[in-house]
């Protein structure tokens, strides 16, 4: 039974840890994808909001503008992808496909120039985002240790759960939102009605970039310590599995990165029990995601509008 | 209706100039960044042209190219059938082990019988990496970008946990799997190579890309196949009403896109690598192929150039350390052509530029760019 | 009549000299019209006329490229709808612009949204559609989604649209192309109820049964210009008729009488469900034979869509049996019903009847792209195909000249259409199925389809026509079966069709 809530501790934690940049970056796919616009290059603002957060919060020594940079180097890449589909007409892939090249390739070379390293200097425990609640509980007993893994976590993890509550809402009970959603069903309907859909969507995917920013700089600020050009592998790719395994909503999109953090807390428990090989369990994530599309989830309603470019004819 | 038509107009309406002015800008914005690290551009650029022009320079470029024109032929054949190959990194990556645990097991056959049958191998495992996809899409309904995400991540924990299997495992020290054997190795004789002062893993993979392109532009431009699978491309409700099984079209479509991903990776081992390390993370070939096929326009003998060009720009960059420019250059500069070339568009707007000839238009400040390179 | 609605002295519309240019083609070419308050305008004009290019300047979705708008007697300058609506200004278009997953009220409030605090007001919002539908006698279901409810019920979301942002003005754009009869009767009395509360209505339309039932005075537009404007009451149809096309028009398809052959089509007690998988075929019985024009009228939802589907392959139905000359056809491939007599003018040509990427060329060998001559060995044969597209173009009257290698899609919509009757023509098969084989056509390219039509039921072979054109299932059919509620209700030989009782009919009222 110790055992048993230990292990369960464990998972949890790193289910939150693994969990949380991808539910930002889900949360701004969310954004793009049902405003109408393709987005592929969460993969790109993530990596560049890694490295604008950690190097920020280096050089300033505080966490909070870091965090706050790493989001707005993400929102800055989303601009380039938002001039470029929303206002040029841009073929929405290749444009993603470009700033998953620039996001990196930009970051990485500023690394090189500053640190003369592709690796930043690894932040002290000061620069790195805080956790809350930690010491809070008593880790001398079972019970004490389980809470202490599961809530004695960081800041970011916190906010982004709150974070999801707020784009739900936003999504389903305020204008914006709503607007949102029609303009990525039919944004000529909504042009008749007055809405200006090319300035939603600008909006939405510079959103889609702070957020999937803010998730990038979660991976290097808190559990790793500094910007390595393998700090973002993929994570941009699984959130937006995630999005598309959600059905493009962000409830939906919640549950895909709990499903795939959970695996990975899984993984993280499995692997360390020895028996079965490393590379196999690094699998599960993975393989659970198909299985559980193929029993369950099934064909997902694409936003009707998505990925074609809005032209108006004047 | 025809007006005379100006040089401007040309370069506005046509997509192999857009190509060209979109990478002029590209090296354009990769100069910005140089000066503005307080980096010498000549010196830079001077390396990295310097670094491919010479024979053995160039023979390095080409052994890098093979892999690239490969996926990107993979990629570009998608795109023409209407899905978008983001899995060519899966199936590079089993591809390329299939190869590897072909040649470990037969490793007495001779060379003309073991190099076949590894391609065979590594087609027919990218085939299947790709088929699973398509059956997931067409049986289920799911979506082929997120299963080839995740099949990409499959592939790639498959190749480590294969790698690490005492039977196919180095016996050195390294994490990686013994090498392939001799028989199924593309290179040149070591004797050839030094004779001609060549790359020390120039390899025939070349001629086998180059033959790919021909048989992939035969099968889009001139068969009944091609005909089929473009139709479900361009608009499967319309070639569902003409009587085409649109099912398997996609099967087939991605069964061959997957071919191609293997094979890809069968001549990067059995070119250059000779052997398969056991990675951290993916080595983004696939992820090259996408780049490739979009500036190659997707057609096959310009992803053709396009990976000769990308394998210089790779090659060339890696030497950039040398006059202290960093090699993550190189994707800031690929980065910014695909970007132009997303937005190439604006190009269309060099015809309005004729009625001022005073204004320089963008193009000539790009080949001012291309003269100082 | 309406006319007692109208003040001639309060004009609330003015456009002058507007001219509309989009590259070297003039779409408007100095138009000029007036409206008065209380008065249904119809604009009337061929498609590709210029009527629906006017509106949209109007409605501020389009910029003029010279000319005037003005509202109440000041200029107004649209840049966009917003000012349109500010202005005062709604508009119906003619594909509807609604968001299907959203419900009725989520529709009818985007854009202006009533709020509490930060929060969406969904609550007032309700109340208020259905106060303003119950003011105007719009009935709809406030909560339902919008690809849950019939094609009037939309029409009437979208007038609530414009009345719910106080339009006073409203444009409606080919607002009858997909009702029935009776729907459009009651469309016509909601716009004299809506004149008669002081809005004005700019009526778009090619039908001129309409514009004499419902309209107070008439412009035509021809080619982009301006022809004149007529107060309806002193014109008649055919007046209106040979200014819209500026000759005389022959109204009538000739045909020689019915040389009725064998069964051809044998549907029996077929059952078959909606995309939603709902039960939308009751058991349909229906026989079609050689040398006969079969026309099915009904109203939108009733099943037909499903039934061409499954003929054609491209659903399964739920049971029953369909036979072409006594093979089944029923559940089976669309190549299979293609090699075995089944030809068809898809309704929709640019989902189903072309690939617009293709060329003409190409599209004209869908079916047969891996027969000889066209591909020898699983290789095209270019040369071929090009001779194949060059006679087909030719004796088809495909435009512009030479089009063999251009893409389907910069093709007009005529154009388009003669690609796909040129094909199905020359597939020479014992069953042709057109479903509104001339929607969105002019005058002319109807005549052209109606022609080839008929001559392939006098060269023997069996039509199923299944239009949304009243007009077009009378002047064409041999026999007019009437579809409703997923079942053929009645069967009407074409020559004793009555517009009124065939109404009826369709609505589910009598059996004949």
Known sequence: MTDFVNSLGIILFATLVYMTPLLYAALGSCFSEVSGVVNIGIEGMMTAGAFAGTVVAYFTGNPWIGFICGGLAGAFFGMLHATATVRLGADQTIAGTAINMLGPGISIMIAKVLFNSTDTVPLTAEQKIPKLFAGVFDTGNVFGRFMDNVFATYFSTYFVFILAIVV??????????????????????????????????????????????????????????QFRPISIVGQGFIAIAAVIFGKFKPHGALLGCLLFGFCSGLKVVLGGSGGVDMQLISMIPYVVTVIVLILFVGKSHVPSASGKPYLKVK | ????????????????????????????????????????????????????????????????????????????????????????????VVGSMAACVTSLMLPE????????????????????????????????????????????????YLSNFIAGIPAIHNDGTAEATKNIAANASLQFSKDFIKANGLAPTANWGILVAIVLTVVIWFIIDKTTLGYELKAVGVNKYGAEYGGINVGRSILTALAISGALGGLAGSLQLMGMGNRISIFTSQEGF???????????????????????????????????????????????IVGTVVFFISISVIFRYLKYLKRKPKTVPAGTTGGKEAAGK | MAREYVDMNVPVIEMRNIVKKFGNFTANDGINLTVHKGEIHAILGENGAGKSTLMNQLYGLLRPTSGDILVYGKKIEMNSPKDAIEAGI????????????????????????????????MATARKNVVEISEKYGLSIDPDAKIEDISVGMQQRVEILKALYRGADILILDEPTSSLTPQEIVELIDIMHNLTRDGKSILLITHKLKEIKAAADFCSIIRAGKYIDTVDVEQVTENDLASMMVGRKVAFSVKKPPMEEGPVVLDVKDLHGMDYRGVEILKGLNLQVHAGEIVGIAGIDGNGQTELVEILTGLRKGTKGEATVNGVSIYNKTPRFGFNHGVSSIPADRQKHGLLLDFSVEDNLILQNFREIPYAKKSILQRRSILKHASESVQQFDVRPDNCEKRAAGTLSGGNQQKVIIAREVQNNKDLLIAVNPTRGLDVGAIEYVHKYIVEQRNKGKAVLLVSFELDEIMSLSDNIDVIFDGRIVSRVPGAEADENELGLMMAGGKKA
């Open chain 3, 90 to 121: 709604g508009m119906v278009h003619q594909h509807f612009m609604l968001v299907q997953p959203f419900t009725v009220t989520e529709n009818i409030v985007l854009g202006t949204e009533p709020l509490k605090g930060i929060k969406l007001d």
């Open chain 1, 168 to 225: 739900w809402f936003v999504f389903y009970k305020t204008r914006f939102g709503l607007r949102l959603r029609a303009c990525g069903e039919h944004p000529k309907a909504c042009e008749t009605l007055g809405i200006n859909v090319l300035g939603m969507r600008f909006l939405c995917v510079v959103i889609s970039g702070l957020l999937a920013g803010l998730g990038g700089a979660c991976v290097t600020m808190t559990i790793s310590t």
């Open chain 2, 1 to 92: 209706m025809k007006n005379k038509k100006g040089i401007l107009d040309f370069f506005a309406e046509n997509t192999f100039i857009h190509t060209i002015l979109s990478i002029l800008l590209g090296f354009l914005v990769g100069a910005i960044f140089l000066v503005v690290m307080g980096l010498n551009v000549g010196e830079a650029y001077g390396k990295l042209i310097s670094s491919v022009t010479s024979l053995k320079g160039f023979s390095y470029v080409i052994v890098y190219a093979v892999p690239y024109i490969v996926t990107g032929l993979s990629v570009a054949f998608s795109f023409k059938t209407g899905v978008f190959n983001i899995g060519a990194e899966g199936q590079f």
């Open chain 2, 109 to 156: 056959l001779p060379k003309p019988l073991l190099i076949p049958l590894c391609f065979l191998a590594a087609a027919a495992a990218g085939a299947l990496w790709g088929g699973i996809v398509a059956v997931l899409k067409i049986k289920w309904g799911i979506n082929e970008v997120l299963s080839m995400i995740m099949f990409n991540w499959i592939a790639f």
């Open chain 2, 286 to 332: 696939g992820f090259a192929g996408i780049v490739v096929a979009l500036i190659g326009c997707s057609n096959p003998f310009g992803v053709l150039v396009a990976g000769i060009f990308y394998g210089g720009l790779t090659y060339g960059g890696s030497k950039l350390n040398l006059v202290g420019a960093p090699t993550q250059l190189i994707s800031v």
